[in-house]
């Protein structure tokens, strides 16, 4: 697929997502909460300053650093997908946040002056961009000297098996082809000479990466599934597009695949892992 139908193609697919993703934002916050940690520590915003979040989705985490930037900070909350915006705007409004701006922007190329923000946030969006290499230039083109960069990337099939099981059940039944290694995608920069090298020709310095472990919990399968169906992106497009015989029968062979993880009490428990950067 080329790069703009690829664009194109992602930008409506997680439109769709935008409401599984609203509805299970409690989880999402709950089960990411280590690379949140980690990414804010790190971006470490001050009081006063502009800071960006690319790719957004609800916005959540980026309302944790609208909180600490004050009334006279700004948090510029954008996405490529208009639905996840407003998803992003209903939900800074419930919280009665004034010092949030929402746009819609597309990562690789944004409508910001070069040097208008003091720090960047992007959490499990780089590597889904037809070319992330290009979003890291334009990010540190509108990022000031010396500003900080925090972002978070999935590590490789083998550490994320919550992920990699379904799509390897995909897979295996002929309905997904197998991804190619630079294709974009959800461990599309799992490997670390490839984040180091995007970061660097992005005109940053050497950047600190660290690894985040933690856990996928769900309660049941039907959990799982819920996941799976609305908040994947382009897993979730082909599972949703299958006839309803084969969508059961590949429900019930990812459930297989996955049968290790779950516990005696039905519930599912499966490690994951990012890579946590900080650049500058
Ligand atoms: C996996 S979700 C992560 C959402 C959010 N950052 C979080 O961690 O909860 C990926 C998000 O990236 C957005 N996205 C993908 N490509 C993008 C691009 N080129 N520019 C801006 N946003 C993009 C999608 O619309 C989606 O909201």
């Not at 915003?45 to 957004?56: D, K, N, R, S, Y």
């Not at 800074?92 to 746009?103: A, I, Y």
């Not at 000479?193 to 950047?207: C, K, L, N, Q, Y």
């Amino acid at each position: 697929m080329d790069r703009n139908t690829y664009r194109e193609q992602s930008r409506r697919t997680w439109g769709e997502m935008a409401s599984g993703w609203e509805d299970r934002r409690a989880w999402l916050m709950r089960t990411t909460q280590p690379v949140s940690d980690w990414l804010l520590e790190n971006l470490d915003p001050q009081l006063g300053q502009t800071v960006l979040e690319i790719a957004c989705g609800t916005g959540d985490l980026g309302f944790l650093v609208a909180e600490r930037l004050g009334a006279d900070g700004r948090l510029v909350s954008t996405d490529f997908a208009a639905e996840m915006v407003d998803v992003a705007r209903r939900q800074s409004e419930s919280r009665g946040l004034t010092n949030v701006e929402h746009r819609v922007l597309d990562a690789e190329r944004m409508d910001l002056g070069d040097d208008s923000v003091d720090g960047v946030l992007c959490r499990f969006g780089y590597m889904l961009m037809a070319d992330p290499a290009a979003a890291l230039r334009e990010t540190s083109r509108v990022l000031r000297d010396g500003g900080r960069l925090a972002f978070a990337v999935w590590r490789s099939p083998e550490k994320n098996p919550w992920s990699s099981l379904p799509g390897m059940t995909l897979v295996q039944r002929g309905h997904m082809p197998v991804p190619g290694p630079d294709a974009p995608g959800i461990f599309a920069m799992a490997d670390p000479d490839r984040i180091h090298e995007m970061v660097t020709g992005a005109g940053f310095s050497e950047p600190e990466v660290a690894e985040i472990a933690f856990d996928f919990t769900f309660q049941d399968f039907d959990d799982m599934w819920d996941m799976l169906v609305r908040l994947t992106g382009p897993l979730a497009d082909v599972l949703n597009a299958l006839p309803e015989d084969e969508r059961a029968a590949t429900r019930d062979a990812i459930q297989a695949n996955v049968a290790s993880y779950r516990s005696n009490d039905g519930s599912y428990c499966f490690p994951a892992s990012a890579w946590c950067v900080l650049a500058q």
